[in-house]
């Protein structure tokens, strides 16, 4: 599929507002850390990368084949479901929570460990994402846990060789 430019640009901006709307926050599953889960309040499941399992040496739950068309342009391919997952995080107080989920597999084409908490698991725990106080308050047994989360400051792009060329300083003869 060929985009113009204008539409690339579209594209480009609505990437960048969801990467730019993540919350981030640092889970545990057993004793692997992975420190740059995030909460995607736009999926209808949560996920996690190959590179995670296979750090913790699990088997695939149940099979499946089908590709993630995500929030960003990304599509990935799901590699099977994990159920019952068990994931680990720490309140402000550093109390631990755990939370229990059904989590797909994804092949992101990502070295880095990757975990994401999607919409179903946010409305079971009567979650609230607090972007503004870098927070995630969770009702969990009728207790409220608030979860610290941070941002990520976007990564500027390269301009395009026209575009520098055009922000070139002009020598003075």
Not at 98 to 124: A, H, Q, W, Y
Request: hydrophobic share 35%; glycine share 6%; aromatic share 8%.
């Amino acid at each position: 599929m060929c985009l113009s430019r204008k539409a690339l640009e579209k594209e480009s901006k609505k990437s960048d507002k969801w990467f730019s709307s993540l919350q981030y926050l640092h889970c545990n599953i057993n004793d692997l850390s992975i420190p740059d889960s995030f909460l995607d309040t736009g999926s209808e499941f949560g996920g996690i990368n190959d590179p995670a399992i296979h750090a913790l040496g699990w088997k695939i739950d149940e099979p499946s084949d089908f590709a993630i068309k995500g929030n960003s342009k990304h599509i990935t391919d799901s590699l099977g479901w994990y159920m019952d997952m068990p994931v680990t995080m720490k309140d402000k107080e550093g109390k631990t929570v755990t939370i229990i989920g059904n989590f797909v597999c994804i092949d992101n084409g990502e070295p880095e460990l990757m975990l994401f908490l999607d919409m179903s698991n946010i409305r079971k725990l009567q979650g609230v994402s607090e972007p503004n106080k870098n927070q995630f308050r969770i009702k969990f047994h009728g207790k409220i846990y608030v979860i610290p989360t941070y941002s990520k400051a976007p990564v500027a792009k390269d301009l395009p060789k026209k575009e520098q060329a055009k922000h070139l300083p002009i020598p003075l003869a």
